[in-house]
């Protein structure tokens, strides 16, 4: 059974910063594309950044590029997202994603965590 716990939400003003990580058991986490989606309140969940097994490849939505930062640790069987200039509207509960593929992980990830929450306070 593959698991996936996310952590690392919090409480932060606009302009800070945060970094949200994922770990993952189950499976050989090198075999899965990994992502961020995230929820804000009345809203459907949206993606918010990918990356593939190697690292190699990273995708972002126009909303949190050029802000945010998607890596991955094999070794630790993590992926994090650092996420710098918040704004109010970043406010949402963030949630790890793993699929086989980045195609099949933006449209409809196979593993999802828990969620945390991300408040901005302007």
């Known amino acids: 059974q593959v698991q996936l716990v996310d952590s690392g939400g919090g409480l932060v003003q606009a302009g800070g910063s945060l970094i949200l990580s994922c770990v993952v058991s189950g499976r050989t986490f090198s075999t899965y594309a990994m992502g961020w989606f995230r929820q804000a309140p009345g809203k459907e969940r949206e993606f918010v950044a990918s990356?593939?097994?190697?690292?190699?490849?990273?995708l972002y939505a126009d909303s949190v590029q050029g802000r945010f930062a998607i890596s991955r640790d094999n070794a630790k069987n993590t992926v994090y997202l650092q996420m710098n200039s918040l704004r109010p509207d970043d406010t949402a509960v963030y949630y790890c994603?793993?699929?086989?593929?980045?195609?099949?992980?933006?449209?409809?990830?196979?593993?999802w965590g828990q969620g945390t929450q991300v408040t901005v306070s302007s």
């Open positions: 994603a793993a699929s086989d593929s980045l195609i099949v992980l933006k449209r409809r990830p196979n593993y």
């Open positions: 990356i593939s097994q190697s690292g190699a490849v990273t």
